[in-house]
């Protein structure tokens, strides 16, 4: 049908020379991007790229200076409380109020949302066993501690199902296994049909939970596509090989045209290939059986995140962007 395939092309943010400054700095300089229905898109980028700016503008926290931005068919300047009613955001500060239990604020907030009465509870039940506030659901959330009150902030988010869902580095300080279940219920939400904007600074994190990652620096967005894509950008993959002859497979191996270098290793050998090495790797398998070789151990990788990172960014950011976080649970802890 034609509106089946309206809304399966249809871009839920579309954004067009953002640019935002506060006084003469500029935080975001100029990013386009789009997100079509259904999608979960990352930007991932270090403390201070200007994520959160950029997103405060989407959510139509902070007023669009220049370039233009739709959400959900929406214009940000022109139809803001459309926009707001269209999305749900999960914040980086807490902001919980503070004379409610935590079931109270999530109840509440159902209600502020219209949503059936049995359909709350389901949720409210469901969410607090995924951020494990099972124990705490008749506690004040004044008396919660700062990394509770930041996870109730995110059961909060995930209270609805809004066309999109704007998540502001979700699982920013939350343990591994925590952060794993809400990726997991994150998924969920999205094949639910909630279309999916997050910003991370974690690798991982993009890797795994978009469908397509733009790599933000110093305001600028360096590259936008799969985690597939960017990593297959980087124009090298990493072959590992065991054989019954390593030396004849050597000599065989060495004028084979993808091959860009061969590092011999203690009982096998690694190839460095020059493109996609899945491309590479049935002609490599099949020269070498051509010539009676056997193939005892091999294995494929690709750069990971981290390279890609590196690679277009000229730097690293595992640990950016932690130390602010800390610093406020740590207030938000001693009230
Ligand atoms: P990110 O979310 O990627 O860490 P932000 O959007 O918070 O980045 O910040 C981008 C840049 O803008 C940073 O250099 C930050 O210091 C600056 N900035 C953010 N908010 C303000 C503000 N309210 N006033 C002045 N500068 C700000
Ligand atoms: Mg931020």
Do not use: C
């Not at 951020?131 to 700062?146: F, H, I, W």
């Not at 899945?278 to 091999?298: C, F, M, S």
């Amino acid at each position: 049908m034609a509106e089946t395939a309206r809304w399966a092309t249809e871009d839920m943010i579309l954004v067009e020379n953002l640019e935002h400054s506060y006084g003469n700095f500029k935080a975001v300089d100029g990013i386009s991007f789009s997100v079509k229905k259904g999608e979960i898109f990352s930007f991932l980028g270090p403390n201070g790229a200007g994520k959160s700016t950029a997103i405060n503008v989407l959510i139509t926290l902070l007023a669009l200076q220049k370039g233009k931005a739709v959400i959900a068919g929406y214009d940000v300047t022109r139809d803001p409380q459309q926009v707001r009613e269209s999305i749900g955001i999960v914040f980086q500060d807490i902001t919980l109020d503070r004379d409610m239990t935590v079931w109270e604020l999530l109840e509440f907030h159902g209600r502020l949302y219209n949503m059936p009465v049995e359909k709350r509870r389901e949720r409210i039940d469901e969410l607090l066993k995924l951020v494990q506030l099972e124990a705490k659901r008749d506690e004040l959330t004044k008396r919660l501690s700062g990394g509770m009150k930041r996870r109730l902030e995110i059961a909060r988010g995930l209270m609805t199902r809004p066309k999109v869902l704007f998540l502001d580095e979700p699982t920013i300080g939350l343990d591994p296994q925590t952060r794993m279940r809400m990726w997991e219920y994150i998924k969920g939400v999205n094949r639910e049909g909630t279309t999916i904007f997050l910003t991370t600074h974690y690798m991982d994190e993009a890797d795994q939970l978009s469908d397509r990652i733009s790599i933000i620096d110093h305001g600028k967005i360096v590259i936008t596509g799969t985690s597939w894509e960017l990593k297959n950008t980087l124009g090298h993959d990493l072959i590992y090989l065991e054989t019954d002859n390593n030396e004849r497979a050597l000599a065989i191996l060495e004028n084979f045209p993808a091959i860009r270098d061969i590092k011999p290793k203690t009982k096998g050998f690694t190839l460095v290939v020059h493109e996609d090495g899945t491309k590479v790797l049935p002609g490599i398998i099949d020269r070498l059986r051509a010539a009676q070789i056997e193939i005892t151990t091999i294995n494929l990788k690709k750069p990971s995140m981290d390279d890609v990172f590196i690679f277009y960014t000229g730097r690293d950011i595992r640990d950016e962007g932690q130390a602010p976080a800390r610093a406020r649970f740590m207030q938000a802890g001693r009230r």
